[in-house]
């Protein structure tokens, strides 16, 4: 009873929808990380540890598009700072310590931190963060595994368009930042796609896409109260 009581929970059934729609773009990560020339080990390895999908599918469109290791991951370091920020809100609302948080870090991203923040209390927020961490953290994974080998099969992937697979579903993670975020976060879009295009006929492929990834910094320039969504702060409890 307890079980079916805890399903019901706003914080849960949230978890489960989030974590089991973006999970699934694993299928896309794995597609296109192959087609950049990514074995499957190598992509199943990114979703491993470094499991944060803006910032693996930048890293794999710099390989894609001819740059240097060094650029995509500079690239994908730019673009998850932004989850520093959610981590320092969120150790204060979860209030775990020593190997717990150490454990919860490798879990912030945009979605655990969205969901998390939107609960009223430490106790549904913990549920919210946990659940959403478990369910799109392993169909994160497994989607990706499966992506990236059935990619491996595939000999022409030019012929399948796979080639195109990474940067529409990067646009795709972009596309609900730029309605939510307003005319700022439009500004910071078009700037680093000015920044892009007019540095890609002067530098070596990778180093465009880097200096664009650089604008994304301006986002972090704000309270660290300003993540997902706001919320109120938990009631006082005793640390688990």
């Not at 929808?17 to 729609?21: K, R």
């Not at 799109?136 to 497994?142: I, K, M, P, Y």
């Not at 492929?205 to 972090?220: F, K, R």
């Given at each position: 009873?307890?079980?079916f009581?805890?399903?019901?929970?706003p914080?849960v059934?949230?978890?489960l929808?989030?974590?089991?729609?973006v999970?699934?773009a694993?299928?896309a990560f794995g597609t296109?990380a192959?087609?950049a020339g990514?074995?499957?080990a190598?992509?199943l390895?990114l979703?491993?540890f470094?499991?944060t999908g803006?910032s693996?599918f930048?890293l794999?469109?710099?390989i894609a598009g001819?740059?240097?290791?060094v650029?995509?991951?500079?690239?994908?370091?730019l673009?998850?700072?932004?989850?520093t920020l959610y981590?320092?809100?969120?150790?204060?609302?979860?209030g775990?310590r020593?190997?717990?948080?150490a454990?919860a870090?490798?879990?912030?991203i945009?979605?655990t931190?969205?969901?998390?923040?939107?609960?009223?209390d430490?106790?549904?927020a913990?549920?919210?963060?946990?659940?959403?961490y478990?369910v799109?953290?392993?169909?994160?994974?497994?989607t990706t595994?499966?992506?990236a080998l059935a990619?491996?099969?595939v000999?022409d992937?030019?012929?399948?368009?796979l080639?195109a697979?990474g940067?529409?579903i990067?646009?795709g993670?972009?596309w609900?930042?730029?309605?939510?975020?307003?005319?700022?976060a439009?500004?910071?879009?078009?700037?680093?796609?000015?920044?892009?295009?007019?540095?890609?006929?002067?530098?070596p492929?990778?180093?465009?896409?880097?200096?664009?990834?650089?604008?994304?910094?301006?986002?972090?320039i704000r309270?660290?109260?300003?993540?997902p969504t706001a919320v109120a702060?938990?009631?006082?409890?005793?640390?688990?």
């Open positions: 009873m307890r079980t009581a805890l399903l019901k929970s914080a059934r949230d978890s929808g989030i974590g089991v729609a999970g699934a694993g299928l296109a192959v087609a990514l074995s499957p190598q992509a390895f979703s491993l470094a499991f803006a693996q930048a794999v469109g710099v001819g740059g240097s290791l650029a995509g991951v500079l690239g994908a370091l673009l998850g700072a932004r989850n981590g320092l809100r969120l150790a204060d609302l979860l775990w020593g190997a717990r948080r454990v870090a490798h879990g912030v945009d979605e931190a969205a969901v998390t923040l939107a609960q009223s430490r106790a549904s913990r549920t919210a963060f946990v659940t959403t478990a799109l953290g392993s169909f994160w994974v497994v595994l499966a992506g990619t491996e099969r000999s992937m030019n012929a399948f368009g080639d697979v940067p529409a990067f646009l993670l972009l609900p930042r730029l309605r939510e975020g307003g005319g700022r439009w500004l910071i879009a078009v700037v680093g796609a000015g920044v892009a295009l007019a540095a890609t006929p002067l530098l492929p990778g180093v465009p896409v880097l200096l664009a990834a650089s604008a994304a910094l301006i986002a972090l309270p660290v109260g300003a993540a702060e938990p009631a006082e409890e005793a640390r688990a």
